[in-house]
């Protein structure tokens, strides 16, 4: 036999010289759910090993992760019910607690990337992304309210901003909007390819954030579809995205491949709370060794394509990487 590829795995040494795929945090972001209040840390029951906490215990995470090498975080707002109404004004409003918090933590970590979350559904009462009316979700209404949002954001401190509300043509309104007041060089984390997807329960119970009627489909993106994945691709580059995203990110493999081949914008995926706690519950089990699966998870997603991966195994995955 002229050729062995046995030849190339023989030693750790051989192995590691020629591995094609290589991970490190600098690639990941780790979300964080933050709460109102103080001296908070809520351990989110469907998704072991994560919380629900208050400023001072985010600011408390975020300082030990840094010290393991993680530098960007993904900031989520779980706002209570009596704040909430139709039209999500308090997600702009300069009391918003989420606001305050982002310029809290930009200024003890300036050297952190802080990526927002931009959707009505987190201060909205009916639970949607969009603006509901006579239970339609509008497209065109919404758009003002999330350039509002982007821009309240952007003066908070967000480094990049993060639509997932999946309304056509909020890319474009976003970027006007920012320009427009003076925040051209805040980026767009692009929600490009967010599907309808069964994977995100342990989030929303994070945010308490279920549609209170109907679900997300007329907006977000059909599971069978790849072809329209190139779509929205093509619109949020031409509408000025810097990252294009799909999530979920583990079974949605082969649409991170498409992009990554197709564009040229760095490719972001969201490894999201369902399928982070699939692997957990099989951890918990004894079926799989968790110091051994979640790498291989996070490095398939890597090598299908994603340049960035938003992730709850972020941390723990620092911890892995530098033992």
Same mark, same amino acid.
């Given at each position: 036999?002229?050729?062995?590829?046995?030849?190339?795995?023989?030693?750790?040494?051989?192995?590691?010289?020629?591995?094609?795929?290589?991970?490190?945090?600098?690639?990941?972001?780790?979300?964080?759910?933050?709460?109102?209040?103080?001296?908070?840390?809520?351990?989110?029951?469907?998704?072991?090993?994560?919380?629900?906490?208050?400023?001072?215990?985010?600011?408390?995470?975020?300082?030990?992760?840094?010290?393991?090498?993680?530098?960007?975080?993904?900031?989520?707002?779980?706002?209570?019910?009596?704040?909430?109404?139709?039209? $999500?004004?308090?997600?702009?409003?300069?009391?918003?607690?989420?606001?305050?918090?982002?310029?809290?933590?930009?200024?003890?970590?300036?050297?952190?990337?802080?990526?927002?979350?931009? $959707?009505?559904?987190?201060?909205?009462?009916?639970?949607?992304?969009?603006?509901?009316?006579?239970?339609?979700?509008?497209?065109?209404?919404?758009?003002?309210?999330?350039?509002?949002?982007?821009?309240?954001?952007?003066?908070?401190?967000?480094?990049?901003?993060?639509?997932?509300?999946?309304?056509?043509?909020?890319?474009?309104?976003?970027?006007?909007?920012?320009?427009?007041?003076?925040?051209?060089?805040?980026?767009?984390?692009s929600y490009t390819a967010k599907y309808a997807s069964a994977f995100y329960g342990p989030f929303r119970d994070a945010l308490d954030s279920a549609p209170k009627a109907g679900d997300?489909?007329?907006?977000?993106?059909?599971?069978?579809?790849?072809?329209?994945?190139?779509?929205?691709?093509?619109?949020?580059?031409?509408?000025?995205?810097?990252?294009?995203?799909?999530?979920?990110?583990?079974?949605?493999?082969?649409?991170?491949?498409?992009?990554?081949?197709?564009?040229?914008?760095?490719?972001?995926?969201?490894?999201?709370?369902?399928?982070?706690?699939?692997?957990?519950?099989?951890?918990?089990?004894?079926?799989l060794e968790y110091e051994k699966a979640m790498p291989e998870t996070l490095t398939s997603i890597h090598r299908a394509g994603a340049d960035v991966i938003m992730t709850y195994f972020?941390?723990?995955?620092?911890?892995?990487?530098?033992?």
């Amino acid at each position: 036999m002229l050729r062995r590829p046995r030849r190339n795995r023989r030693s750790s040494a051989i192995r590691g010289m020629i591995r094609e795929t290589r991970l490190t945090p600098d690639h990941l972001v780790y979300p964080l759910f933050i709460f109102d209040g103080k001296n908070i840390k809520d351990e989110i029951s469907s998704l072991p090993g994560n919380y629900r906490m208050s400023l001072d215990n985010v600011l408390l995470e975020i300082e030990e992760c840094v010290s393991l090498g993680l530098r960007s975080f993904m900031i989520f707002p779980a706002v209570a019910e009596k704040l909430k109404n139709k039209t $999500a004004t308090y997600s702009y409003n300069s009391k918003n607690f989420y606001l305050k918090a982002a310029t809290k933590i930009k200024k003890n970590f300036p050297e952190i990337t802080l990526i927002s979350d931009v $959707a009505m559904d987190p201060y909205s009462s009916d639970g949607h992304d969009g603006l509901v009316k006579n239970g339609k979700i509008l497209n065109d209404p919404t758009l003002p309210i999330l350039g509002k949002m982007a821009v309240a954001q952007a003066k908070a401190g967000f480094d990049i901003i993060g639509p997932s509300d999946m309304m056509d043509g909020r890319v474009q309104y976003i970027r006007e909007a920012l320009d427009k007041a003076g925040f051209s060089e805040t980026g767009i984390m692009s929600y490009t390819a967010k599907y309808a997807s069964a994977f995100y329960g342990p989030f929303r119970d994070a945010l308490d954030s279920a549609p209170k009627a109907g679900d997300k489909k007329t907006y977000q993106m059909d599971p069978a579809n790849q072809r329209e994945a190139m779509i929205e691709a093509e619109l949020d580059t031409q509408e000025g995205a810097d990252f294009l995203m799909v999530k979920p990110a583990l079974n949605y493999l082969d649409v991170i491949s498409l992009l990554k081949n197709n564009f040229d914008l760095p490719i972001a995926a969201y490894h999201v709370s369902g399928e982070c706690a699939m692997l957990i519950a099989a951890c918990q089990n004894g079926w799989l060794e968790y110091e051994k699966a979640m790498p291989e998870t996070l490095t398939s997603i890597h090598r299908a394509g994603a340049d960035v991966i938003m992730t709850y195994f972020a941390k723990d995955f620092a911890r892995w990487y530098a033992r």
